[in-house]
């Protein structure tokens, strides 16, 4: 395993990819899960599917272990949401889920202008359920209240990760 590894989750809108381009800012090395692992796929088996679907986005589960196991990087955090992540949560030193109320988050989704997600009134009402029932988020996660300003959001996540040192084999 990597020094240490951490997962940003959260429903759409409630700040993952602003979290990983600060992140990326401040120097940390994060992965951009929706853009560098993300697929339409079986969540079970990982085989591609040609039929788009909220379920069907997955990340690659080789790649994701394969860049958890890197030793050199002090942390890396993987950022986005996917459906699969049972088959590779046990990377995971911690799991960190971005929380919003709904005002927020459809204010949010409202003020998109170079993400098209939850645009579609069936997309958003997908959102808006996810976000009401939390199905997709892994359970067990540290919540973190998203609403206050990005700063604050990530210094709360380097706080939490910094000295939490894993003991390698």
């Known amino acids: 395993m990597g020094a240490r590894n951490y997962l940003i989750e959260g429903v759409s809108g409630t700040g993952k990819s602003a979290v990983l381009r600060e992140l990326r800012r401040r120097g940390h090395h994060a992965v951009d899960g929706d853009n ?3 697929y ?3 969540p079970v088996t990982g085989e591609p599917t040609t039929v788009p ?3 069907h986005h997955i990340w690659d589960v080789a790649t994701v272990r394969s860049i958890a196991g890197e030793r050199e990087h002090d942390r890396t955090f993987f950022c986005g949401g996917s459906r699969n992540h049972a088959r590779f949560i046990d990377v995971f030193d911690e799991v960190f889920v971005l929380v919003v109320d709904v005002d927020t988050l459809n204010r949010r989704l409202d003020g998109r202008s170079d993400n098209p997600t939850g645009k579609d009134p069936e997309e958003r009402a997908l959102i808006l ?3 009401a029932t939390e199905a997709d988020l892994p359970p067990g996660a540290t919540r973190l209240d998203a609403t206050v300003p990005l700063v604050q959001v990530v210094d709360e996540i380097l706080r939490r990760t910094e ?3 894993r003991a390698l084999p």
Request: charged fraction near 25%.
């Open 40 to 42: 339409q796929g079986d």
């Open 53 to 55: 679907a909220h379920e």
């Open 163 to 165: 000295g939490s040192q």
């Open 36 to 38: 560098e692992l993300a």
């Open 129 to 131: 359920r996810l976000h």
